[in-house]
């Protein structure tokens, strides 16, 4: 089905006509519509307009009130102040379209005219070491932006950049070889119920062989020495180091894909692309950039300098793609990462889900991708800079011991917040029940929390606040479609079905107003990469609901045909709760 016009863009459209027609000279003009609470709807543009073309606003404005098209769309429009437009719609239209979107599968968004291929590059956990709360933001932001792009119509390509490769893997290797069973499993462990128990397994080998293995390298000299020379055949690719080193990748994947799991994210073998992935396009990356004089050797390392960029004192700060040892930096790896993403993934834009203090690194690995000719006018690179996650005292969350905080810790204690809150609604659920939505409440809470703040900003983790059934929360999002979706089990023989000729109470109109900028929104968050902004709608939308239910009598409605309008209402607004809830990576329980 075609996407369906918003009563805004239906307004904006016509009062740009009648401007166009009123002063041609201005050609193409935007009426600067916004929503108003003076009106549905309140035009701000002719004032600038008017001082431009040197006429008189009020006199403006109502010519152009005067030559609107109101379609059956406007019912009432009123100049107020020195020419600014108030408009109101009909109960008619707003009701017509929101049927409209109710037809269509996709609540009747549009597809994004200016679709592309889009890398995002999220959730980089590193080989060997447990996940902590640094990990929650880029794994959570980085999943609603798949979801959200993707529904607009971009391409999108998941990239996992797992830190895979470095000098500590020689020691870790050496130290399998002579202790061959510290990985070895539990038989048992892998069927599909047991997941988490194999990923805390697979953990709990890897931290155990990690401590044992850098003990002995700091107390062992000739142990020490053995892992030197283990590092340099990992990076010749000698077969036995190098099938070690792809059982710690593998031990390390186990374990992340049962907190992912838990995540309720769907991690795919293919998008893990770690630092390794790139080894092979590391020399060559070098060698362009030297060749081209995009870098210059300094003191024997392979430097990138900028004049915008300079230290404490006052030099300016390179970036090192290739120290004077020969060894790679990060930045070798960065760049080559853009090359691969840009010429064999045809990217036109690729976007990296990294934490707010790495961003001069990837200012400077952007720039000279611009400079090398990698990134061009055809293709952007945007980082999507997160934030810290505080405790409550606005400190850097961390244990009581000073420890920071495991993943997995913070994700169990959310369900267990999320159960009690659970079992004290629950009024015909079984045990297995509320332990299903307990998982699904809990970690929606920690999921809805990151999203509903900016990625840019540092938020508090408050777990009290999370599961709260009160403010703005998952907990209360939920709630409001479990809520509809009893009343529509209730309904007994009356069906939602729209009724365009009803009149409408203000709780109805409000509702009906917002679910109408369902696609509006949708593209905006994507355009500016904010699923905060989404958070946002739907925080609002629940509230209007909340209004619209304590209101409007749904069920005892005073005619059949109302009945039937405000269940048209309810079952809109849950499809749209479902769906903007989806794109967040949170599930909306039927029964809670």
Known sequence: MASVPSLASSVHQR???????????????????????????????ILALAKKAKANPRELATTVVGGLDKGGVIEEI????????????SDRAIIETLAARAGDDRLGVPLSPAAGTTVIDYAQPNVAKEMHVGHLRSAVIGAAMVEILEFTGETVVRRHHIGDWGTQFGMLIQYLIEHPHELDHKAGANAAEDVQASGEEAMSNLNRLYKASRALFDSDEEFKTRARARVVDLQAGDEETLALWQRFVDESKIYFYSVFNKLDMDIQDADVVGESGYNDMLAETCRLLEESGVAVRSNGALCVFFDEYKGPDGNPTPLI???????????????????????NLKADTLIYV??????????????????????NED?????????????????????????????????????????AVVREKAQDLTEAEISERAVQVG?????????????????????????????????YLQY??????????????????????????????????????????????AAEYAPHKLAAYLYQLASLYTTFYSECPVLKAETPDQVENRLF?????????????SLLGIRTPERL
């Not at 495991?406 to 267990?416: F, P, Q």
């Not at 009893?486 to 009149?503: C, F, N, Q």
């Open 569 to 581: 209402l309810c079952d809109l607004t849950a499809r749209t709760l479902t769906k903007g809830m």
């Open 321 to 343: 793609v290739q120290k004077s040892d020969g060894g790679f930096g990060y930045a070798a790896t960065d760049l080559s990462a853009i090359r691969d993403r840009v010429g």
């Open 354 to 375: 990294v934490d707010a203090r790495q961003s001069l690194h990837f200012k400077m690995v952007f720039e000279t991708a611009r400079r090398a000719g990698w990134l």
């Open 379 to 419: 293709t952007k690179a945007v980082q999507l800079a997160f934030g810290t996650v505080l405790g409550k005292d606005g400190k850097p969350f961390k244990t009581r011991e000073g420890e920071t905080v495991r993943l997995v810790d913070l994700l169990d204690e959310a369900i267990d917040r999320a159960a």
């Open 15 to 45: 009062v740009a006509d009648a401007l166009a027609s009123a002063l041609p000279e201005a050609g193409a003009a935007d009426p600067l519509l916004r929503r108003s609470d003076r009106a549905d709807f309140q035009a701000n543009g």
């Open 443 to 475: 970690i929606g809470a920690v999921k809805y929390a990151d999203l509903s703040t900016s990625a840019s900003r540092d938020y508090k983790f408050d777990l009290d606040q999370m599961v709260s059934l009160t403010g703005d929360t998952s907990v």
């Open 480 to 525: 409001a479609y479990a809520r509809i979706q009893s009343i529509l089990r209730k309904a007994g023989d009356a069906k939602p079905a729209a009724h365009p000729e009803l009149p409408l109470a203000p709780a109805e109109r409000a509702l009906g107003l917002h679910l109408d900028g369902f696609g509006e929104l949708i593209a905006e968050a």
């Open 78 to 89: 009123e100049v107020s102040g020195p020419g600014f437009l108030n408009i109101t719609v």
